[in-house]
């Protein structure tokens, strides 16, 4: 058999170098796409290293004694209201017996925390009286409000665990 010059030799199988060209392209998407979640999974684990150091750095405060805590509560409650020589010592005592269990609880349980200043409260109200009880409730809400916004919390009403309802 004799080739002229210009007859080039036919494949025998066009199909099979089509097919290898598809493959190298598929292999290379592949490559691109385990590239890819790999570099997520890289950010992923920085990201989440980064916090917790972070976080460790910064760490969460500690809640002060109860004592500060009473003296400064006083504080706010004469700055809100006249309370009597009487008043005020039936309130600290009130406070500290509180806040004493407060500290004993804290590191159990929020929920907790969260009875026993319901109860404080409800007993500082049999103290005080309804207006006088209502002006000084209205400021700590006003200062609980204020700590959540510096601390960057939520507003009430924009979700979270209690929606709408609950006191600071």
Same mark, same amino acid.
């Given at each position: 058999?004799?080739?002229?010059?210009?007859?080039?030799?036919?494949?025998?199988?066009?199909?099979?170098?089509?097919?290898?060209?598809?493959?190298?392209?598929?292999?290379?998407?592949?490559?691109?796409?385990?590239?890819?979640? =790999? &570099? +997520? @999974?890289?950010? $992923?684990?920085?990201?989440? !290293?980064?916090?917790? %150091?972070? *976080?460790?750095?910064?760490?969460?405060?500690?809640?002060?004694?109860?004592?500060?805590?009473?003296?400064?509560?006083?504080?706010?409650?004469? =700055? &809100? +209201? @006249?309370?009597? $020589?009487?008043?005020?010592? !039936?309130?600290?005592? %009130?406070? *500290?017996?509180?806040?004493?269990?407060?500290?004993?609880?804290?590191?159990?349980?929020?929920?907790?925390?969260?009875?026993?200043?319901?109860?404080?409260?409800?007993?500082?109200?049999?103290?005080?009286?309804?207006?006088?009880?209502?002006?000084?409730?209205?400021?700590?809400?006003?200062?609980?409000?204020?700590?959540?916004?510096?601390?960057?919390?939520?507003?009430?009403?924009?979700?979270?665990?209690?929606?709408?309802?609950?006191?600071?």
């Amino acid at each position: 058999m004799t080739s002229e010059p210009g007859d080039e030799p036919r494949e025998v199988f066009p199909s099979a170098r089509l097919e290898a060209k598809r493959a190298r392209g598929r292999r290379r998407y592949l490559w691109a796409a385990l590239l890819i979640l =790999a &570099a +997520v @999974a890289a950010g $992923g684990v920085l990201g989440s !290293a980064a916090t917790i %150091i972070y *976080l460790r750095g910064k760490g969460f405060p500690r809640p002060p004694p109860p004592d500060s805590i009473a003296r400064a509560m006083l504080e706010r409650l004469e =700055a &809100a +209201v @006249a309370v009597s $020589g009487e008043e005020k010592r !039936a309130v600290e005592r %009130i406070a *500290l017996s509180h806040l004493e269990k407060i500290a004993d609880i804290h590191a159990e349980s929020f929920a907790g925390i969260r009875k026993e200043f319901e109860s404080l409260h409800a007993e500082v109200g049999e103290v005080l009286g309804p207006e006088r009880f209502r002006v000084w409730d209205d400021r700590e809400r006003e200062r609980w409000r204020k700590l959540r916004e510096q601390a960057g919390f939520r507003k009430r009403g924009e979700g979270g665990a209690r929606g709408k309802e609950g006191r600071p």
